[in-house]
């Protein structure tokens, strides 16, 4: 069975860094497209990053050059880190599989606020 | 960056109504079309990818069509559960982006 398990979401002061983590289970994270996407409360869906199996990653304007999305095999594990975090990166932030997504996994909050 | 507007953005329907949303892009994505289905405080289901393919599990009430700049999605006969927001999304050009949303509610 596919899972997705997302955690170290919480509250960060502006300026700070997270470390999101996303651990599947049922496939190899590795052989597949993975991608963040995030939902600011009451908003919409908004795609923030993607890395292929091969390993190229790309990003949404509003993050680039802050975000890096990385991948530990050993682990079978996603990750985000956040750097610079400003509060309009407020958000669920959800990791799915491919593209476009078959599987998503629960979300974790990030909240960003002083 | 291509924008994916939907249509309507909310409506008010009935169990066993058919009920239509459409997508249209700003410029031609080919058939890169996703729709996925999102209830309060849970993650979004996929539900078709390539316009047109249904997911694994997703009951054939559902169906998508298009290819360009216009999409549907269609729910043949609506049932309780399918009250929800609705999203579609375009794969065809970095950044992917997704349409505002529709939300269906009950009549």
């Known amino acids: 069975e596919v899972q997705l398990v997302e955690s170290g979401g919480g509250l960060i002061q502006p300026g700070g860094s997270l470390r999101l983590s996303c651990v599947a289970s049922g496939f190899t994270v590795s052989r597949n497209y993975m991608s963040w996407v995030r939902q600011a409360p009451g908003k919409g869906l908004e795609w923030v990053s993607v890395m292929y199996s091969g390993g190229n990653t790309f990003y949404a304007d509003s993050v680039q050059g802050r975000f890096i999305i990385s991948r530990d095999n050993s682990k079978n594990t996603l990750y985000l880190q956040m750097n610079n975090l400003r509060a309009e990166d407020t958000a669920v932030y959800y990791c799915a599989r491919r593209e476009p997504a078959d599987y998503w996994g629960q979300g974790t909050l990030v909240t960003v606020s002083s | 960056d291509i924008q994916m507007t939907q249509s309507p953005s909310s409506l008010s329907a009935s169990v066993g109504d058919r009920v239509t949303i459409t997508c249209r892009a700003s410029?031609?994505?080919?058939?890169?079309l996703a729709w996925f289905q999102q209830k309060p405080g849970k993650a979004p289901k996929s539900l078709i990818y390539?316009?047109?393919n249904l997911q694994s599990g997703v009951p054939s009430r559902f169906s998508g069509s298009g290819y360009g700049t216009d999409f549907t999605l269609t729910i043949s006969s609506l049932q309780p559960e399918d009250f929800a927001t609705y999203y579609c999304?375009?794969?065809?050009?970095?950044?992917?982006?997704f349409g505002q949303g529709t939300k269906v509610e009950t009549k």
């Open positions: 999304q375009q794969y065809d050009i970095y950044p992917w982006t």
């Open positions: 390539d316009a047109s």
């Open positions: 410029q031609g994505i080919s058939n890169y």
